[in-house]
Structure formats: C-alpha cells, structure tokens
C-alpha cells in the first residue's frame, strides 16, 4: 500500500461528492450575476457577442456538465485509492560498484608489477593494439627485467 496515493485518491473522492450537490446552486448565482438575472437577457447576448464570445448555453447544461465532471472525479478517485492499496511498497533502488580489477594499493604482497604488465599486453594485442612481433619484443623486455 502506499498511503500518498490512497489520500489524493481519497481527496479526490471525498470533495467531488459535496461539490455534486453545491454546483447547482453555486453556478445559478454565477450565471444571474453574469446575464443580470435572466440568461436570454439581449444586454448579455449583446455583451457576449462583442466581445466575441459564443452564445450563453442553457443554465441545466452547463449545471448537468459540470455534475458529470464531478462525477468523474469520484470514479477517478477512487481508481486511484484502488491502486494505491493494490500497489506494493517498494524500497529505494541501490547501486552496488563491482569491479573485477583489484584497487592499486589492494594488490597481494606476492603479485609481481610485471604479471600486470604482461597480462596488458595480451589485452592490446587481443585489441589489435599492437602486432605479435610487437607483443613478442615487449614481452622479452619485461621477462628480461624480473
């Protein structure tokens, strides 16, 4: 469960419900202040219409729009307060550093500076760094410095 999602989920469900029943009431009071008391008034339409705005809709259209909006807040809701309680808590993601190379100063007391060299030079000439002959000569000249 994580309780961050089941609350906005909760949120959302919870103020959707009231709101259904408040937004008749809470829009008629806009809509008369708006058309001055009477939403076919020929000063709305005529203030409207300049400033080039569309018609006013009927007062129950926009009252049954809005009642559907808030209708689908409470099933959005509670699609979110459903996956909130189905979702698994996960913890935080860690990284871990592996490294196959052993650290400079972590080398064993018996490892010979020289083996390191000579395993890379194998890589270069496995790279095509460098030719056998190449390798070869390298290789004598560390075997000779042991």
């Given at each position: ?16 419900i ?24 020929p000063?709305?339409?005529?203030i ?10 009927p007062?129950?259209?926009?009252i ?14 509670a699609g979110?307060?459903?996956?909130g ?10 990284s871990?550093?592996v ?12 490892e ?5 060299a000579?395993h890379?030079?194998q ?24």
């Open positions: 469960m994580k309780p961050k999602i089941v609350i906005i989920g909760a949120a959302f469900a919870l103020l959707a009231p709101a259904y029943s408040v937004v008749p009431h809470f829009i008629t009071r806009v809509m008369n202040k708006l058309t001055f008391g009477n939403e076919q008034s000063m709305a339409s005529q409207f219409s300049q400033l080039g705005m569309p018609p006013i809709p007062l129950q259209e926009i049954a729009f809005v009642q559907y909006c808030c209708i689908g807040l409470v099933v959005a809701g979110i307060l459903i996956f309680l189905a979702s698994k808590k996960t913890s935080k993601p860690f871990v550093k490294s196959l190379e052993p650290e400079p100063d972590m080398r064993l007391p018996d010979d500076p020289n083996i390191k000579i890379l030079l890589e270069r000439l496995a790279k095509g760094e460098i030719t056998s002959s190449q390798y070869k000569n390298i290789r004598k000249m560390l075997e000779e410095k042991r």
